[in-house]
């Protein structure tokens, strides 16, 4: 099937033709002729699907014809994050640069005043957060009753977020006689209350099972022997250092632990850094667009933050911690084995996370291949081998680092970690060397290093570890 055949318009499909995109998506074929009719959708797809287009080509169609007014957007698509609304409206663009309609993209953490002056000239489309759009209500900015077309897209996630009383409010200011594109990867049964209540007589188009992981993400598991952060961070490492990681997302659990994460490999000297809902908006985007350009590495990132983003090359995605929500796991690994490309997820899991894993592994019907990266767990040092060094400098030192003396033996391909002095080879980005000279400025020289507490012995105590501190970390 060609997009020609869709019923789409010859301006569209030379829009279509100019983004390489050669055949429409089953999301696409599914979805696109339905909402050209008319009728309300309900769509069950994830990120990646191609899915923003499968409402925003059709809409783009019918909004062709007709104009908008001041304050009365003609159409709007409700997104969970800005992040999202703002990857929308990229895709917006793209799509209807050969018509003249406007377009006006409400998001949190930025100026009210331009978006005011687009509203007042009259928008085609919306395209919002919940919590700004309503805040541009509120101040009467702005009337919902114009709207013939709305979105909601990533319902779930709205779902997960909050959103579901912003969502009922934005129905009802909305007209009843209006068309329906409703978007979501997994149908909890809040939002199929939602879609019984809103929606009417929908086509339900499916395209692949909610939860289903892509065939394209090689998933890989690394255990993690105990609960200590710290060796989570160095198996961390470790995965990153494997010899076909490009680039990748780091996924946490914790807002917290993202910044954890992104600092302790900022002063390990990987081009890393956070994305989270508590950073600035502009921050947010510039962090993004940095690693979309490739010169940030990796983007350590929560859920929320990260969701749905749409970027093409990543090769890898890792999980910090298994996630609270199995869904989520599918969500995450998502981000990797893209449009066709092939990817790999890394999910460290230590005994904390076995509640978890038991659930991505039902949710998925499969086990994770285990594997071990530059040594893996680190086992207890041989009889007869001295105990593992710790680096003078930072003892949060690479695991395989440690395994390699220890077992004296070169690793096999595929396990190892750049030797030492390639990794100081390593080009770093500019930003890499000035995180890491402004850490050494503060003086903070590892994660290990703050606090001196000593046990009985003389030895560094280890937080969390009490009595049972294993043999690996201790030093002379
Ligand atoms: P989405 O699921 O909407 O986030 O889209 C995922 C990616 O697929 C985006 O990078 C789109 O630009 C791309 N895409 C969407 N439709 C097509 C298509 N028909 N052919 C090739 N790529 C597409």
Partial sequence: MSFKDLGLSPALLTALDDAGYTQPTPIQSGAIP???????????????????????????????RGRAKARM???????????????????????????????????????FGPQEKILNQGAD?????????????????LLLNGVQILVVDEADRMLDMGFIPDLERIFSLTPPVKQTLFFSATM??????????????????????PATTAATVRQLLVRVPDRTPKTKRALLRAALDQPDVKNGIIFCNRKRDVDVVARSLQRHNYSADPIHGDLEQRQRMATLDRFKTG?????????????????????????????????????????TGRAGLSGVSVTLAGPEDAKNLAAVVKLIGKDIEEVRFGGGAPAAPEAGEPAAQTDARDGDKPASGRSRSRRGRKPADGESRPAPAADAARPRTPGEKGDRERSEKRGDKGDERRGGDRNEDGERKVTGFGADMPDFFRRR
């Fill in 34 to 64: 339905v909402a050209l009719s008319g009728r309300d959708v309900l769509g069950i797809a994830q990120t990646g699907t191609g899915k923003t287009a499968s409402f925003v080509l059709p809409m783009i169609e019918r909004l062709s």
């Fill in 73 to 111: 957007p003609r159409s709007l698509i409700v997104e969970p994050t800005r992040e999202l609304a703002a990857q929308v409206a990229e895709n917006f663009e793209k799509y209807a640069k050969n018509f003249k309609l406007n377009m006006a993209l409400l998001i949190g953490g930025v100026a």
């Fill in 125 to 141: 489309v919306l395209i919002a957060t919940p919590g700004r759009l309503l805040d541009h209500f509120e101040r009467g900015r």
């Fill in 188 to 209: 909890p049964p809040e939002i199929q209350r939602l879609v019984s209540r809103f929606l009417k007589d929908p086509e339900r188009v499916e395209v692949a099972k």
């Fill in 295 to 335: 010169e940030l590495r990796f983007l350590v990132a929560s859920d929320v933050a990260a969701r749905g983003l749409d970027i093409p090359a990543v090769s890898h995605v890792f999980n910090f911690d298994v996630p609270h929500h199995a869904d989520d796991y599918v969500h995450r690994i998502g981000r």
